[in-house]
């Protein structure tokens, strides 16, 4: 069964050009299935898999207290490797093929109010380079909606500043183009032209934003500067990475964007997954709402 897995493995990778994590996700959603095939079922076949199997599988899953995210995921990494299985004809039928994913409790991403972005963006006093880099990243950051990956992996090569564009490599090494306004333009140029060099002193690399060492700032390196800067700016919600993207995204679409140009800007491949954004507005509407109409 694990040369089993590992041609799946090599098929999605070639076929479907998946991000790492993804491809990880799968390696070890598999690797689970297959020793529970082995060590429970005491099965030496794959081609002896059943329904109930695979459904005992799923129930095993929940009673350790997966959560339903974690064994709909598992369904749809099972539900590929049998249908591959089969198109290979390593198998004659597929035993996923009736079973029925849980659904998923979405939650609504935090998101930070125009206010608070404002006093994140506005709390660098200037006074060190890395005070100019900080700022540059979070404006790029809230004017782009990039994943912190993203920001962290982001080559010169890849500014455009003056046609008002930067190019980003997402998930998958899928590419988009994003546009960049005044503000995060204005804060890239100046870290860009002083602070950067300052910072990295005889080193020479092109990633543009670089930590006390002159290497590539890492994402654990970003969630540490944002904890401080948060601080700075005495907000008190909790921040992620991820926050920023998800102001991003929620600030756009209150203001009238349209909801595919903001899923090409995120680099989504599904537009469902950017619709979880137009309920995120409309709690924000209900909100407003009671908070201000005299009769709410």
Known sequence: MKNQIEDFLHFIIVEKGLAANTIESYRRDLTKYTQYLLNVEQMTS???VSRIIIMNYLFFLKEQGRASTTIARTIASIRSFHQFLLREHVTTSDPSIHIETPKRERKLPKVLSSAEVEALLSSSNSTSPFDDRNKA???LLYATGMRVSELCSLRLSDLHLTMGFIRCVG?????RIIPIGKLATEALNKYLKSSRPSILKN???DFVFVNH???CLSRQGFWKILKKVSKEANISKELTPHTLRHSFATHLLENGADLRAVQEMLGHADISTTQIYTHVTKMR???VYASFHPRA
Not at 171 to 175: A, Y
Request: charged share 45%; proline share 0%; net charge negative.
């Open 285 to 287: 509407l209900k909100d």
């Open 46 to 48: 794959i081609n002896d």
């Open 203 to 205: 080193k020479q690399h």
């Open 137 to 139: 990243m979070l404006e």
């Open 213 to 215: 060492h002159g290497e």
């Open 171 to 175: 998930k998958g090494n899928k590419e």
